[in-house]
DNA sequence: TATTGTTATACTCTATAACTATA
DNA sequence: TATAGTTATAGAGTATAACAATA
C-alpha cells in the first residue's frame, strides 16, 4: 500500500485547494470568487447565451446552486437572464458589456494566481497537466448527456 | 483570452470535485469521507505519531480543521492522541491496529473511486497526471516550512 | 409525464480570531 | 514572547427534496 502523497485522488484535492486559494485572493479585487468568475466565464464562451442547466453541467454543479450565482451576476450588471423563444421553461443567460470586460479582467487574475501556485512546474508541465485534465472533463461532460443546449 | 475549458485552475477543480464524490461514495461503506481518510491515511504513514501541527501542513488545513477531525478518528478507535514527552505542548497522533486495517479497506476504496472517476485517462496519463501533482506538492510543502515534526 | 428553474434545508468545508497551556 | 492545540463563529460549498411553470 503506497502512501498518501502518492494518492492520486488526495493529490488533486490537495493542489485544487492551494489554487482555488490563490485564483481567490487574486480575483478578490475585482469582487469576485472562482465559482461566479467560473459563471461568468462559461456565459460569454457561449455568445448565443447559455441555459442554466447547462451551466450546471458544464460546471460539475447541480441546477439549483446556479441560481443564487446567476443572480449576484445579474445584480452586479455583468450577465442577463432572457426567456429563451424557442421554449419558454429556460432562461438563456447571456453576458453584458461589462460582464465581458470583467471576464477578461478577471481571467488575467486567476491565471496569474494558478500560475504562481503551481510555479514548481514548468510551463511544459502546466500545459501536460491542462491536456490530461482536459481530456478528463470533456469526457465527463460527454457522458452525462452527450447533447442539449 | 482561451476558453473556461482550457483554465488550468478551473480544470483542476472541476475534476478534483468529481473525483472527491466518486471517493466519498466509494468510502461511505466504511463510513469514512475522504477528509477523514486522509488523515487516518497520513497518520499511518508516520509509525511514531505525527503531531496535529504537522497534520494541518501535509494536508493544507488549517490546524483548528484538525481538531474535530482527529476527535471523529478517536471516537471511532482508529487514532489516539498522547502527550509528547519532548514538548508537552504537542500531541502525537498515532494509528491503532484497528485503524490501520480500516485504512487498508479505505485506501482500496478510494483509489477504486478515484480510477473509475478518471477512467478516460489511461494508467500511463493517470501515472504522469500523479507524478505532476506529486512535484507541486511537494514543492508546495517545502516552502511552507522545511523542517518540524 | 418529463423538464427547467426555483426554494428550502441540512450538512460539510473554509477562514479568522481569540483563548489555554506549555515552552 | 512564541508555539501547539482548542473553541467559536461566520461564510462558502455540497447534497437532496419538493414545488411551479412549461413542454
Redesign the pocket.
Given at each position: 500500500m503506497g502512501e498518501l502523497r502518492d494518492d492520486l485522488g488526495f493529490l488533486l484535492a490537495r493542489i485544487s485547494?492551494d489554487v482555488v486559494?490563490a485564483a481567490?485572493a487574486a480575483l478578490a479585487v475585482e469582487s469576485l470568487?472562482?465559482?461566479q468568475y467560473s459563471v461568468l466565464a462559461l456565459t460569454c464562451d457561449f455568445a448565443e447565451g447559455i441555459?442554466?442547466?447547462r451551466l450546471a453541467r458544464e460546471l460539475g454543479?447541480?441546477?439549483?446552486?446556479?441560481?443564487s450565482l446567476?443572480d449576484e451576476l445579474v445584480a452586479a450588471g455583468l450577465v442577463e437572464?432572457r426567456l429563451a423563444a424557442a421554449?419558454?421553461?429556460?432562461?438563456l443567460v447571456t453576458a453584458t458589456g461589462a460582464g465581458r470586460r470583467k471576464r477578461e479582467r478577471a481571467a488575467n487574475l486567476a491565471a496569474a494566481g494558478a500560475r504562481e501556485a503551481l510555479r514548481s512546474l514548468s510551463d511544459e508541465e502546466q500545459a501536460t497537466l491542462r491536456v490530461l485534465l482536459s481530456k478528463a472533463a470533456t469526457a465527463a461532460l460527454d457522458e452525462a448527456e452527450p447533447r442539449?443546449l
Open positions: 485547494g486559494r481567490n470568487r472562482v465559482r441555459s442554466q442547466r454543479l447541480d441546477p439549483s446552486q446556479i441560481v446567476v437572464r421554449d419558454r421553461r429556460t432562461r442539449s
